[in-house]
């Protein structure tokens, strides 16, 4: 059988070998979410309109609120998920 080689993964595996995670998930533990929180408002500036930028920022605090209850469903349903957030502080932007 054969192992499942995906970084995040065996992170959170107790018999993970010692180099746990891997960059970008080393200094940030959401680079997917970090990078809508860029893409979404700057597409709003890009096409040149100023109203589109408010539902632009909606969006950036919907993402803001998920990432914030999927952190905390993982904290408390996922062995290892809590260690591996005490190592990797940044959840929406890097702080290293």
């Not at 500036?45 to 999927?70: K, M």
């Amino acid at each position: 059988m054969s192992r499942l080689r995906v970084p995040c993964i065996a992170t959170l595996n107790s018999s993970a070998p010692s180099r746990h995670y891997r960059r970008p998930l080393q200094i940030h533990a959401a680079p997917g979410y970090f990078a809508m929180l860029i893409f979404v408002p700057a597409s709003a500036r890009a096409i040149g309109s100023w109203i589109a930028l408010a539902p632009a920022v909606a969006f950036v605090l919907l993402v803001q609120r998920r990432a914030e209850l999927e952190d905390e469903f993982l904290k408390k349903n996922l062995p290892g998920y809590a260690d591996y957030a005490r190592r990797v502080p940044a959840r929406l932007a890097p702080t290293r």
